[in-house]
């Protein structure tokens, strides 16, 4: 039995995660403007070989080694609070932020004339969660951040704080950060018992935000507190903003308790801060903190599946080199029909759910812009909720194939397998649980008539596709959904809260199945046997001992 050899040539994409993504660059085409569309690709293939070389080799020295640190006093015995991160991790900052990927959305691209979009901004996000899904979740919460500034922010705090957020290497850069989470609350924000105090023409923050991402390295944190003599519940919170320091460099009357040892996305320092009056600026009425906070988290969760899609690459990726480069029994694993079955399978759950996310993205842009009807405001936090929870399930279904596909090596550190699945487990915990969601999903139904809008949009859909078999089969899918939806919307508070959540897995692939069909017809090729594989494999057309597409088109996707 041969072994593994170590002198394997790379693949494409092992040297540039970009140039060999035919998917996101049928997207970029279609949905950019051609001089945009010119630019992303080149700063999206220098960003690419980036990620698929330094920046991943960075970030597997964070991950080990490199992790954040807490310094609570300096050599005086002076308290600082600072956090130490390695050189290369802030060489990825640097790298990273100066391509736009927060600040582009907000302000004009210089060689363009004209500001990006989102698009272009999770395009870079799906490529640096393919190696560092660690290092994005300062991203998303800095593309939060400078949302809340933008949308909501008076002139005063805009100026104060909105460049710096938006920072492209012109001038210092502040990370963003929401601070949400308290010990008695959890995801009942309502229960958030932090104080604000007025003083002057600002505010005095105390008490303690209990999961605070980025702590330490955020320039600026959005922070929901509470008002002297405001009501109890989340009506009663307002948002501010919160500089970490003050003009001379010191904390904002603050404190760092500790940082949290996770399990993964260890690039992240997560901690405990404490406010012991620290100079903030209301942001917006007083009295919608909450609701501003909850726009925020579903730009967030939109990260959230982007960065879900980019592990699910990596670890898709991997295996399938793994496979092709491992001889066992005489032949390459690449030829074993049940091995090729479940790379068919994943590469077709991958591609589908990749194009899924940035048709959800595409909608985003516009209701963003203000271009969205309010049908389509719904629809668009209806997606989000969806896909959100689908995602983070799928890249930890992805590293676990991932890790058998690789034996005994996928559990050993020296390969990248066990850090994919440390990372992808937080995916399904940040920014909503499943059980969160499926509350959004109620929430939607109830009061907005949410699976309506879902039905119509669906049908819509596929009424203008060619008629196929497949097509045929996601009709008669569409019918039972839309049936249950029916049900489930005139359903008892109980059985809402019981059947949410397989409801959504239902709708979700119904969503992609279409998004499958589309493709299909609209490139061809490989398209129409991707969008073959998973509508067989989703809804399990074929019967038993028969033919299966994931075997029979495997050549074609692989």
């Known amino acids: 039995m041969k072994v593994l050899k170590n002198s394997l040539k790379k693949s494409e994409y092992s040297t540039n995660f970009f140039t060999n993504d035919d998917t996101l660059l049928k997207i970029l085409k279609e949905k950019l403007p051609q001089e945009f569309y010119e630019y992303a690709v080149e700063r999206l ?42 050189s290369g991790y802030e060489q990825t900052v640097k790298e990273s932020y100066g391509t736009g990927m927060v600040g582009y959305v907000h302000k004009e691209i210089p060689e363009l004339k004209e500001k990006g979009n989102y698009l272009y901004s999770y395009s870079l996000g799906y490529l640096v969660s393919q190696t560092e899904p660690g290092f994005y979740c300062p991203v998303t ?39 949400l989470t308290e010990r008695q609350g959890g995801s009942d924000v309502g229960a958030n018992a932090v104080k604000a105090v007025k003083n002057g023409n600002h505010y005095r923050l105390y008490g303690e935000k209990y ?37 001379d460099g010191r904390p904002n009357h603050l404190r760092v308790r500790r940082l949290k040892d996770k399990l993964g996305v260890r690039a992240v320092p997560s901690g405990e801060v404490e406010f012991q009056g620290s100079v903030a600026y209301g942001v917006g009425d007083e009295s919608r903190g909450f609701y501003y906070m909850m726009e925020a ?34 032949e390459s694993l690449l030829q074993l029909p049940m091995i090729r079955k479940t790379l068919a399978q994943l590469k077709a759950k ?33 997606y989000i909720a969806l896909l959100k929870k689908e995602t983070a399930e799928m ?33 399904t915990v940040w920014e909503g649980t499943a059980n969160i969601l499926g509350q959004e999903l109620i929430r939607l139904v109830n009061k907005f008539s949410a699976q309506q809008i879902f039905i119509n949009e669906m049908v819509d859909r596929l009424s203008i596709l060619e008629k196929t078999d497949n097509v045929f089969a996601v009709e008669k899918e569409l019918e039972r959904i839309a049936e249950q939806l029916q049900q489930f919307s005139n359903a008892e508070s109980i059985t809402q809260q019981v059947e949410a959540k397989p409801l ?30 998973y ?24």
């Open 45 to 86: 293939t220098t960003y690419g070989e980036k990620c698929a070389g330094e920046i991943d080799e960075r970030a597997k020295y964070t991950d080990r080694e490199g992790q954040p640190v807490l310094k609570q006093y300096d050599k005086y015995g002076e308290e600082i609070y600072e956090v130490w991160v390695n």
């Open 141 to 179: 919460l800095s593309m939060a951040t400078a949302y809340l500034l933008e949308h909501y922010g008076d002139n005063d705090v805009k100026e104060r704080f909105l460049p710096h957020v938006c920072a492209t290497g012109d001038i210092e850069l502040y990370e963003g950060a929401t601070f």
């Open 211 to 247: 999961f605070a991402s980025n702590a330490g390295k955020c320039g600026v944190a959005m922070v929901l507190a509470r008002k002297e003599g405001a009501p109890e519940g989340t009506r009663g919170l307002t948002l501010f903003a919160v500089p970490w320091n003050k003009e």
């Open 297 to 330: 988290l579903n730009l967030s969760r939109i990260c959230n599946a982007v960065a879900s899609i980019g592990i699910m690459k990596r670890a898709y990726e991997e295996a399938r080199q793994y496979a092709e480069a491992r001889h066992a029994f005489g």
């Open 350 to 382: 991958l591609e589908v759910e990749v194009a899924t996310v940035f048709d959800l993205i595409h909608l985003y842009d516009k209701v963003v812009a203000g271009e969205a009807s309010e049908t389509e405001v719904v629809l668009h936090r209806l």
């Open 395 to 427: 890249a930890i279904h992805f590293a676990h194939e991932a890790i058998e596909m690789h034996g005994g090596n996928g559990y050993i550190e020296d390969f990248v397998t066990p850090r994919l699945l440390r990372d992808a487990q937080v995916l």
């Open 504 to 533: 959504m897995q239902k709708m979700a692939y119904l969503y992609e199945s279409i998004v499958a069909l589309e493709w299909a017809q609209k490139y061809k090729g490989k398209y129409e046997s991707l969008a073959d594989i």
């Open 535 to 558: 509508i067989e494999t989703t809804w399990k057309t074929n019967q038993f001992a028969q033919s299966q597409k994931a075997v029979e088109l495997a050549g074609d996707v692989l």
